[in-house]
């Protein structure tokens, strides 16, 4: 069969057989098809969308398209749970859920993406920590991940390989938004994890893959249904992306903000809810608390004894980090040698968040193309929340960038991306809806 036939099926906004999906799923893994061929079908996708069917097909194939993890042999005590998110800017969740539900019990094997589209990848972030080795091997990610209860990876060329190379084709080819591929992505890196349990961060927002409530919720359905399907109980928090989640956007930036969280120094409060939210739903679904307030007190207590920075410490050191990055994270960051404030005139009333994504892009701290080198110590931090009336003395943000040329484009996009009014907007909650299937 010929794979432009394929794609001239979805094309046309035919239903794929589990042969044709077997052929472009095997052809992603050896990488014998052709980017063309790949990003043409994959706007095939995003065009005519798929079935139930058809997905569920696409996740499973997807997830055996290379190694699937066997936690049995471990005889782990707690539950093997994770969470995974959709996307968004500044969204530096999994830095801190991973030790925190680590910490109360569960085995976090993490395994990540990187910057996809306008949002920032989980993988390119912890790689701002110096000597840390986001793609180990089987051997070490199973030893950490026993040893210290949580490791946060890359995903390594065993690990459903077939999404790795659609995954990096998406974030360049403009088919990300797409309920099906999404679906298919997450879930095969999450089955080929041997997850017990997930818990799944659907954003929706300005920021955010799906944009609308109605969209997320399609998402979430989607994933709850195939995850069923495919045996992993999953619920999913549908949680706010309009605008940058915490106070920075940018790889090495926001794993600062993250160590600051986990010393209990500096907790943005919808940053914290979200977090303290998704932790709480792992221990529900892991079967560590029963109750959602028992469980938040318990995440809760996780950071404020100092025990979840104590995993991550070691989570770090572990993967080849060094040892004292929490007490000392700031001697171990890039910094960029251009930093300086943004100022504006009146109340910040909303934000095209994706063009904040955008604006990182242009400042090097995401890709262009494939395979592209990032900068890590560029973004921005001091980002102001909707609602804060800017002062002279309180900054729109703050620039971190390679040179005066990018502060001034990255201050000219941020202004662009930023709506100012008189009077802040009614406060919206951070945390949609929670469904549990
Ligand atoms: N995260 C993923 O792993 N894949 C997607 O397609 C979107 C978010």
Request: charged share 20%; net charge negative; hydrophobic share 45%.
């Amino acid at each position: 069969m010929l794979f432009k036939d394929i794609i001239r099926k979805k094309r046309d906004g035919g239903e794929l057989t589990d042969d044709e999906i077997q052929i472009f799923v095997d052809g992603l893994a050896t990488e014998s098809l052709p980017a063309e061929q790949v990003s043409s079908l994959a706007m095939a996708i995003c065009l005519n969308s798929m079935s139930f069917d058809e997905a569920a097909i696409l996740t499973s194939k997807m997830a055996l398209s290379g190694t699937v993890l066997d936690w049995n042999a471990e005889a782990l005590d707690g539950p093997v749970v994770d969470k995974h998110s959709t996307g968004g800017v500044g969204d530096k969740v999994s830095f801190l859920l991973a030790p925190i539900a680590a910490a109360c019990g569960c085995y976090v094997p993490m395994i990540s993406g990187r910057g996809l589209g306008h949002t920032g990848g989980t993988t390119d972030k912890i790689e701002s920590i110096p000597g840390y080795n986001a793609m180990p091997d089987f051997e070490t990610f199973r030893r950490v991940v026993k040893e210290v209860g949580c490791a946060v990876i890359g995903q390594t060329p065993e690990l459903a390989p077939a999404d790795r190379r659609l995954y990096a084709i998406r974030d360049v080819t403009g088919t990300v938004e797409s309920v099906p591929l999404i679906t298919a992505s997450i879930l095969s890196k999450k089955i080929a994890a041997g997850l017990g349990g997930l818990v799944m961060d659907v954003k929706v927002g300005t920021g955010a893959f799906m944009t609308t409530i109605e969209r997320a919720r399609e998402l979430s359905t989607s994933i709850i249904n195939t995850a069923a399907n495919l045996g992993v109980r999953t619920h999913t928090l549908i949680t706010d992306m309009n605008e940058v989640l915490g106070t920075t956007a940018g790889n090495a930036l926001e794993i600062e903000e993250s160590v600051l969280f986990l010393r209990n120094q500096q907790r943005e409060t919808r940053l914290n809810e979200v977090v303290m939210g998704l932790c709480a739903e792992m221990l529900l679904v892991g079967g560590i608390e029963e109750d959602r307030d028992a469980a938040a007190r318990m995440c809760d207590e996780a950071v404020t004894s100092g025990h979840a920075a104590e995993v991550f410490d070691r989570m770090v050191n572990a993967l080849g980090g060094p040892a004292d990055f929490v007490a000392d994270y700031s001697q171990y960051l890039a910094r960029a040698p251009v930093v300086r404030q943004v100022h504006a005139t009146g109340t910040v009333t909303a934000m095209n968040t994706r063009a904040v994504g955008g604006a990182i892009i242009e400042l090097g701290g995401g890709r262009h193309v494939v395979g592209e080198k990032l900068d890590l110590s560029v973004g921005f931090s001091n980002i102001a929340p909707i609602g804060t009336e800017l002062d002279g003395e309180t900054p729109l943000a703050v620039i971190h960038a390679a040179s005066e040329d990018a502060a001034a484009a990255a201050e000219k996009h941020l202004l662009e991306a930023v709506s100012l009014g008189d009077k802040a907007p009614p406060a919206t909650p951070v945390i949609h809806e929670i469904l549990t299937g």
